[in-house]
Each structure stands twice: as C-alpha cells, then as structure tokens.
C-alpha cells in the first residue's frame, strides 16, 4: 500500500487504523524512506498506545484533539482524577464524551419526566447549551454534532518531547 502511495504522487495519507496499526504504518514508512505526511483519525492521540508503540517513527504524525484537553476546566480535571482514582488509568476522551452524554440524557429524562423515546428524541433535539466536560453543546432535528470544528485543536507528535503539541 505505501508503494502505491508513493507512485500516486501524494504526499500526505489519511491512516485510519488503530493506533497500533497506525504506530506500525509510520515505522514501515521510516523503514522504507517513504516521506508522507499522516493524519490519523480520532483514537491516535486518545491514549499513549500509538506514540509509545511508533516511538521516533510517530514523528510528524497528526491527529485533532478537544481543545478542552489542551486546555482544561477544573471541572474536567476533577472527572480526570476521580476517574483515575476510581479506574487506575487516566480517562480518555471517549470517557470524557459518553460521562457529557449520560448527563446529558438524565437533564433531558429529568427534563421529559419520561424514557419515552418520542419524548427523549424531542428532548435531545432541543437541548441547547449544554455545558459539559467537552465544551458546550447544542442539538436540532438537523444538528447531532457533539463535537465542532471549534472544540477541536489540530495537534502533531513530537517524538523528541514524547508530546502531541499544538500545530501552529
């Protein structure tokens, strides 16, 4: 596949493997010389699997992440800890989103007075503002985004830092 990369002239490739895959994708590609730019999809940088698997080979690699874990709440930095405490691993952002979206459904059950799934899909349809660990959230028969283009950051492993950093 990356030969075929390479004769297509591209010089940048969506990875969308897991980040073991992906850690194994880059150090094929520094194996071989193979210059591409790598985005990588929503687990790459979710936890430490890929940059400790890739190691210097993850260099350049680029992924998006909640700008709220570049720049945390005191609210989330209590869920992380208490999460850590409670799970002895630090929480993902997929812990992060599905804790926004169980308190989300229990304000819109709550809200509802019901588990009816007419009056859950209204109530999801009409909440507006919601501010969760994530950033803020607001929803419409046509809108089920929970993320936006404004809560993500595009960030880029450092292999020299062990860090994803902010690209600039």
Request: one cysteine or more; charged letters at 15%; glycine letters at 6%.
């Amino acid at each position: 596949e990356i030969n075929k990369i390479k004769k297509s002239g591209a010089n940048c490739v969506v990875v969308w493997l897991t980040p073991q895959d992906t850690a194994r994708f880059m150090q094929t590609l520094k194996s071989t010389g193979v210059k591409l730019t790598v985005l990588g999809n929503d687990e790459i940088n979710a936890d430490p699997t890929f940059s400790s698997l890739a190691k210097s080979a993850g260099n350049g690699a680029i992924g998006a992440e909640l700008t709220t874990q570049l720049h945390p709440t005191a609210a989330l930095l209590s869920f992380q800890k208490r999460y850590k405490a409670q799970f002895h691993i630090d929480a993902t952002p997929f812990a992060v989103a599905n804790y926004d979206a169980i308190m989300m459904l229990g304000q819109v059950i709550k809200k509802a007075g019901s588990t009816d799934p007419n009056k859950l899909k209204d109530g999801l349809n009409s909440v507006r503002n919601f501010h969760g660990l994530q950033g803020t959230v607001s929803f419409s028969p046509q809108n089920h985004a929970t993320i936006t283009e404004k809560q993500l950051t595009l960030v880029k492993y450092n292999a020299a830092k062990n860090a994803w950093l902010p690209l600039q």
